[in-house]
T-cell receptor
Framework: EAQVTQNPRYLITVTGKKLTVTCSQNMNHEYMSWYRQDPGLGLRQIYYSMNVEVTDKGDVPEGYKVSRKEKRNFPLILESPSPNQTSLYFC????????????FGPGTRLTVL | GENVEQHPSTLSVQEGDSAVIKCTYSDSASNYFPWYKQELGKRPQLIIDIRSNVGEKKDQRIAVTLNKTAKHFSLHITETQPEDSAVYFCAAPEGNTGFQKLVFGTGTRLLVSP
């Protein structure tokens, strides 16, 4: 089954404790992206990747890191989480040509205390 | 960069009524406009999209219209049903970048009452 997976689905952590949210897709997509969803603000892009070893900042990259060592995986790293990073996070992937559907993962609800 | 504005933020209709959600965009080079539906607790999923070479596209009860001159596009849902209740997002690409960097609107929460 073609899909985007994320883990964990739910996470409660404390300020300053490094964490990683994994994202994996099995559709051979070159393009992958991370979004955060907050009430009233829609989906805001954090980072995106055009292909292996190619990443770039989105609209809200502060406090996040990513890596793209393999085509299928695109982990999101929070080196020192803060309460303002409490949010719902979505990973998405697609073929890179405009007009191709972006497929979203199931989401990760993160709470930073 | 691209700026996408979406209205209204919430929309309540009675079952069977029509619903219209409007978005404006800023980058005249944008050429692809998708709409995503997000049901409660679920992931966003593409429901319809339109490209800049057409003015309207229909798929059963949903349709999207595009006015490139005015830089706005709209989602129309006819004969609404309770299962249409969800948050709807419009999106536009970050100009003619040649790749798939989408900018999303802030979302419209549609509530269809039986």
């Amino acid at each position: 089954e073609a899909q985007v997976t994320q883990n964990p689905r739910y996470l409660i952590t404390v300020t300053g404790k490094k964490l990683t949210v994994t994202c994996s897709q099995n559709m051979n997509h070159e393009y992958m992206s991370w979004y955060r969803q907050d009430p009233g603000l829609g989906l805001r892009q954090i980072y995106y990747s055009m292909n292996v070893e190619v990443t770039d900042k989105g609209d809200v990259p502060e406090g996040y890191k990513v890596s793209r060592k393999e085509k299928r995986n695109f982990p999101l790293i929070l080196e020192s989480p803060s309460p303002n990073q409490t949010s719902l996070y979505f990973c998405a992937s697609s073929f890179p040509i405009p007009g191709n559907e972006q497929f979203f993962g199931p989401g990760t609800r993160l709470t930073v205390l | 960069g691209e700026n996408v504005e979406q209205h209204p933020s919430t929309l309540s209709v009675q079952e069977g009524d029509s619903a219209v959600i409007k978005c404006t965009y800023s980058d005249s080079a944008s050429n692809y406009f998708p709409w995503y539906k997000q049901e409660l607790g679920k992931r966003p999923q593409l429901i319809i999209d339109i490209r800049s070479n057409v003015g309207e596209k229909k798929d059963q009860r949903i349709a999207v219209t595009l006015n490139k001159t005015a830089k706005h596009f709209s989602l129309h849902i006819t004969e609404t049903q309770p299962e249409d209740s969800a948050v709807y997002f419009c999106a536009a690409p970050e100009g003619n970048t040649g790749f798939q960097k989408l900018v999303f609107g802030t979302g419209t929460r549609l509530l269809v009452s039986p």
